[in-house]
Each structure stands twice: as C-alpha cells, then as structure tokens.
C-alpha cells in the first residue's frame, strides 16, 4: 500500500480549518502525510487592506503547530519576509510548492491528494483513492465526484445551484460526444502517483486555474480515473481568494452576471463532434469544418493538422495527436467564440438541451435561473448529477 501525502494550501482559513483537520483525523487509512503551506504576497504586509490576512494567517500557524496526532510538514510563506514575492502567488503556487515539496521526498508509487481547507469528506476518503490507485496502477491521475451541500443563505444557495448546473452540463455534453476532457477541475478534488507528476514535469504554477492545466497534463500522459467511491464535499461561498473559480463565480453571480459561464448551445458541442468523427480523415486530408476554421486562427497555420500528418505516420497516433492539440483550454476557447457569435439565454439553452436529450424531466419553458424556486434548481442540478455519475461510472473498466 503507498503512502498519502496531502497538499493543502491556506489563506485565511481560520474558520474552516478545524472542520478539516477533524475530517483528516478520522480518517481510517492512516498512512498519510499532511503538508501544510499558509501563503499570501509578502507586499500584503504593507497594505492596509490586506494586512489583516496576514495577522490571520499568523493564528493559523499558531494553530497548525498546536495540533498534535497528525504527520504535517509546514511551509511557511506567510510571515513578513517569507511571503510570496512578484508575480509569483496564488494558490496555483501554493499548490506547486506543496506538491514539489511532497516529490522531494516520496516514492514514486505514492499518492498526492490535493485538497482545501473549505472541503469535507468521510473517514474512508483516503482509503478510498488509495484502492482506486491499487486498482488502476497505472492510472495517471484520479479526477473524484464532488458535490456541494445545501447552505442556509438563499443568495449563495442560488448561486452554487446555478454554478453546478453550469459545471455539469458542460461536462455531461462532453461525455455526450466523447471528448477526453470530461473533468471538472476542482483543486480539492484531484489526485496523482508520484511518478505521474514527475512524468508531466511537476505542476505549472498559476495564480488560478492551475488545477485545469494540471489535470489537462495528466490526461495527455495517460489515462484518468473519473469515479472514486467517495466524494467531496466543498464548501457554498462567496469568496476572493482566487481569481476565477467557484467563489468568484458566485460572487459575480450574485450581481446578476452569469456572463463568464453561460449555458452553451449543445450545438456548439455537436460541431465539435463533428470534427472528432473526421480525425480518421483528416489523416489524409483536412477538411473545412466550423472547428478546423477556428483553429486555423488561433495557431495561426493555413493548416493546424498539416505537421501531425508529417510527425505521425500511424492513424491512431495522429488521432491522439489531433485530441492533444484541440485539448480542453482549446474546447473552450472555442466554444465562446461560438457564443459570441450566437448567444442564446441561458434558460432556453439548458431547456433545449434537457427537453431533447431526456424528455422525461419534463423542463418548461417558463424555468427561469433567477425566478424559479430554490427546489427546481435542486430537482435539475440532482438530475444533472445523477446523469454526469452514470458517465463516471461507466467509464471504468470492468
């Protein structure tokens, strides 16, 4: 059985720690590491605004040095001097520091765990991504369902239904055409072997967004898990601590702009189907697609899959070359250009998409994000859920 090692970046995580630390202490697999780093830019010392952060995160470490029953490596980038300097901050480079401190030292058959302070989970969440890796040795990364709990306030319950809706319909449409980059990227919800990480080059730090790339890296080197028999559970905020993701999402959203994540037309999906299909052609000859066209834009080439041809001299390597070079950021990047040319309400695309692939949930035209009842919400985000694990389950092998 490898060894856990769990990654944990904190700022400003007072209230929730606590609440976390129970949950590692209960864990039953108890072979596990904790690795600790409180972080914020050096220069917040000097900000009015800010300083406050830093004094809390100097209670945080008071605390974490209090704790006694638990393996932790602490790293502290938080006191005045050993703060993040320049450009480089954020939790994409708490998370590199973390998880290059963890490979300084492990074997390459262990096993990071990236995980939150706001995040809760069982007491056989280890357990459980330790048998998956036992499983699936060679598995390059595990991607674990997550979902997030009812909250009391009605605002940031609306918006963490509306959020999730989002994330799960845009990853249902992928799983629908068959893309390879049908994971949500959640920095509490992902998971690798060590000699996964060493074969990527370690984690490209970024100040958010980091474990999209990171989970992008691994699904190019090899094959990810989509199930674990445990989930996790993150926290309904409304918080800034990075700049894109779940907690700026709801914030935004909040103030009546959805404009960031909207409900794509399950069209745009369909198109880029299309071109999927055509890759065994494209071998030969590329031809003019909706997807083709918007590629040769962005990589500036007359053709984008003219130098595959040339490096690949099999079929299906061209294949897996063509999926490697329109990856995820691309899909995306493609998808709001879509958008942008074609913008539709939200409501009408989410409608459409439901009312065509399964009609039996029934979703009437008067359905409204911001209008409709906190229990509708619920009905299509769990019906959404429900959908997204029958891919996640299926996609296992037996």
């Known amino acids: 059985m490898s060894r856990l090692y769990i990654a944990l970046p904190v700022l400003n995580e007072n209230e929730y720690l606590p609440r976390f630390l129970q949950c590692i202490s209960s864990q039953t697999f108890k072979d596990f590491e904790l690795f600790v780093c409180v972080n914020q830019p050096d220069e917040w010392w000097d900000d009015p605004v800010k300083a406050g952060i830093c004094h809390e995160n100097l209670k945080t470490l008071d605390y974490l040095n209090s704790i006694r029953g638990i393996r932790m490596v602490i790293v502290d980038k938080c006191s005045k001097g050993k703060g993040w300097k320049g450009k480089r901050h954020g939790v994409g480079w708490a998370r590199k520091t973390l998880m290059d401190g963890i490979n300084s030292i492990a074997n390459p058959n262990d096993v990071i765990i990236s995980v939150d302070a706001d995040t809760t989970f069982s007491e056989n969440y280890f357990r459980s991504i330790a048998d998956t890796f036992l499983r699936f040795p060679d598995a390059t990364g595990l991607v674990v369902p997550y979902f997030h709990k009812p909250v009391k306030d009605e605002n940031a319950y609306r918006a963490i239904l509306r959020y999730e809706i989002y994330m799960r319909y845009y990853s249902l449409n992928l799983w629908r055409i068959g893309s390879p980059y049908t994971f949500t990227a959640l920095g509490s919800a992902m998971a690798c072997p060590v000699w996964a990480y060493r074969s990527i080059g370690g984690m490209t730090p970024k100040m958010s967004g980091e474990d999209f790339y990171f989970l992008q890296k691994l699904k190019k080197a090899g094959r990810l898990i989509f199930w674990n028999e445990e ?22 959203g909040n103030q009546g702009d959805w404009s960031s994540y909207p409900i794509y037309s399950w069209h745009f999906f369909d198109e880029i189907r299309e071109t999927y299909n055509s890759f065994p052609d494209f071998f030969r000859k590329t031809e003019s697609t909706r997807v083709t066209e918007f590629l040769k834009l962005i990589f500036r080439e007359d053709d984008p899959f003219e130098a595959l041809r040339k490096n ?20 995306l990047q493609y998808l709001k250009s879509r958008q942008k040319e074609e913008p539709l309400e ?24 911001e209008h409709s009842t906190l229990e509708e919400l619920e009905n299509i985000r769990m019906f959404l859920y429900r959908k997204e694990e029958e891919y996640q389950i299926s996609s296992i092998p037996e």
Not at 231 to 242: C, G, L, N, T
Request: glycine share 4%.
């Open 231 to 252: 989930k996790i559970h993150p926290e309904a905020r409304f918080s800034d601590r990075v700049y894109f993701g779940t907690g700026p999402a709801m914030i935004k």
């Open 312 to 331: 690949f001299t099999s079929e299906a390597k061209f294949i897996r070359a063509c999926h490697e070079k329109f990856d995820g950021l691309r899909i």
């Open 346 to 369: 939200d409501e009408k695309s989410l409608i459409d998409f439901l009312n065509w692939f399964y009609p039996e949930t029934a979703c009437e035209e008067k359905f409204s994000f």
